[in-house]
């Protein structure tokens, strides 16, 4: 089994630094989502250019969405094919865009 590498006392303080602030912006960038003060398209875009938001979990952005919770977005990522353990820095062109569609089209039909 491997072994995890030997990492000196500021190193390891770095990188726990550097996972705190990933985490912080997901969850701010979660918080957006629900909020309604960030659209999909949006954040799919940032997620683009921002490693730390591309390693956040289709279901946790789904989730995340107003209206739907995990039941909702297990059900709706079954439906596209899309694995719950998919990160968004995973998906496949076809698989994004429908993901767009069929949520952008459900908001539009709650308006």
């Known amino acids: ?4 590498p030997k990492l000196t006392t500021e190193q390891r303080t770095r990188a726990l630094a550097d996972a705190a602030e990933a985490r912080a912006l997901r ?3 979660r918080a957006e989502l629900k909020a309604g003060e960030l659209s999909l398209a949006d954040f799919l875009t ?3 250019t921002d490693p730390r938001l591309a390693a956040m979990r289709v279901s946790a952005l789904v989730s995340a969405l107003p209206g739907y919770g995990e039941a909702r977005s297990t059900a709706l990522l079954a439906e ?3 694995a719950q353990s998919r990160r968004i820095r995973g998906l496949g062109p076809r698989q994004r865009e429908s993901l767009l569609t069929r949520l952008t089209d459900r908001a539009q039909s709650r308006s």
């Open 1 to 4: 089994m491997p072994t995890a």
């Open 46 to 48: 940032r997620a683009e």
């Open 80 to 82: 596209l094919g899309i």
């Open 27 to 29: 969850a701010t960038a």
